[in-house]
């Protein structure tokens, strides 16, 4: 539980820090922050639960098999958590590198709405996961 609660931990510093990006109007970072919250978050939900998660970005679907392993409450949100998750992960890489070869830096990819639903999602999640330790 210890190394759950750590991940847990780590997920609380990156919304703060995306939380502190949308301010301060780094959306590209707010957005990679966001993404790495709901990692941490769901790979805390899942060690909580004693099962194995994979070691890349993407969660979604050891989440979905893994649904009935937790309380009603969390578990119908879970299809919208791994939403959250694959979609994320997929804007993680140009939110950090952009695409180069076009002359796209990322902070000309995501905007201020990106940013705004990414913070908004990743708080969500951390916060059900947050729960999860509190039951």
Known sequence: MSFARSLLREAENRVETAQRALKEKKYAYCLRQSQETVEL?????????????PKF??????????????????????????????????????????????GRPPDKLIDKQAAEAAFDNAREVFNACRKLFRT
Do not use: C, N, Q
């Open 41 to 53: 978050s769901l790979k805390a939900a899942l060690r909580l639960k004693g099962i194995e998660y």
């Open 57 to 102: 970005h993407d969660v979604s679907e050891v989440l979905l098999r893994s649904a009935e392993r937790f309380p009603a409450w969390f578990r119908e949100h879970t299809s919208v958590f791994a939403e959250v998750s694959r979609k994320l992960a997929e804007k993680r890489e140009a939110s950090m590198y952009g695409f180069e070869e076009m």
